[in-house]
């Protein structure tokens, strides 16, 4: 593939080979002629001189900015990410927190109207005994210690 070509073309591919194959070579640079533009002989991704006329530099930093606007996308990404289930998280336990206190209330009106059923039928108990012992005692003659 010729320098022209390779100057032409604007692929990502060729654009880092001929930024990392410009890092390894010295001063291999066109000297036929300064309009020629040679990718090869950039000596590093910052080189803008008048051999090459800045193609290096633009090629690798294009590349290189591709690079940084992938990697800001993919950590926004992953931190818009984990914000929303952190958020889902948070609102999952206030619900859980909350139906467990409205079970618990609940719960505790109900032990609460048990016991409360629980005494009232004992006490309908020991009292239907104690006026079935009166009306025994009424009938049976010693009624003077009954009291109404």
Do not use: W
Request: aromatic letters at 2%; charged letters at 10%; glycine letters at 4%.
């Amino acid at each position: 593939m010729s320098s022209s070509s390779r100057s032409s073309s604007s692929s990502h591919g060729i654009c880092s080979s001929s930024c990392s194959s410009s890092r390894n070579s010295s001063s291999r640079s066109s000297s036929s002629s300064s309009s020629s533009i040679s990718i090869i002989g950039c000596s590093s991704d910052r080189d803008s001189s008048s051999t090459n006329h800045g193609v290096c530099s633009s090629c690798c930093s294009s590349s290189s900015r591709v690079i940084v606007v992938i990697v800001v996308v993919v950590v926004v990404v992953v931190v818009v990410v984990v914000v929303v289930v952190v958020v889902v998280v948070v609102v999952v336990v206030e619900i859980v927190v909350v139906v467990v206190k409205v079970v618990a209330a609940a719960l505790v009106v109900i032990v609460v109207l048990l016991v409360l059923v629980v005494v009232v039928k004992l006490l309908k108990y020991y009292r239907g005994i104690k006026l079935a012992v009166d009306r025994t005692r009424l009938f049976s003659g010693k009624a003077q210690n009954v009291c109404p």
